[in-house]
């Protein structure tokens, strides 16, 4: 069946960096664009970045512009991202996602961005 696996997140300063990875199986990766959302304390999950299926072309929600750079490596069905200059207002539980069917969900990744 189709997995997705969040890594990477954990506690860093405002204006650190950290980088997720998301393995994903059970189905043929390089077929569907994948996407980051994010959920903070009392808000609604939000969408950060997707990328399309070559890699070849990527957006971003505002807030994260110019910071935040999703990648994919299709050969080793992960995709990535990289989060640069982090702030407060990043702090979340990161789920990396597909669209087949239906939407599917890793179980996520907590970032904590604190001092």
């Known amino acids: 069946q189709v997995q997705l696996v969040e890594s990477g997140g954990g506690l860093v300063q405002p204006g650190g960096s950290l980088r997720l990875s998301c393995a994903a199986s059970g189905f043929t990766f390089s077929s569907y664009v994948m996407s980051w959302y994010r959920q903070a304390p009392g808000k609604e999950r939000e969408l950060v970045a997707f990328?399309?299926?070559?890699?070849?072309?990527?957006s971003y929600v505002d807030s994260v512009k110019g910071r935040f750079i999703i990648s994919r490596d299709n050969t080793k069905n992960t995709v990535y991202l990289q989060m640069n200059r982090l702030k407060f207002e990043d702090t979340a539980v990161y789920y990396c996602?597909?669209?087949?069917?239906?939407?599917?969900w890793g179980q996520g990744t907590q970032v904590t961005v604190s001092s």
């Open positions: 996602s597909v669209l087949r069917n239906v939407r599917t």
């Open positions: 990328i399309s299926r070559t890699g070849s072309s990527a």
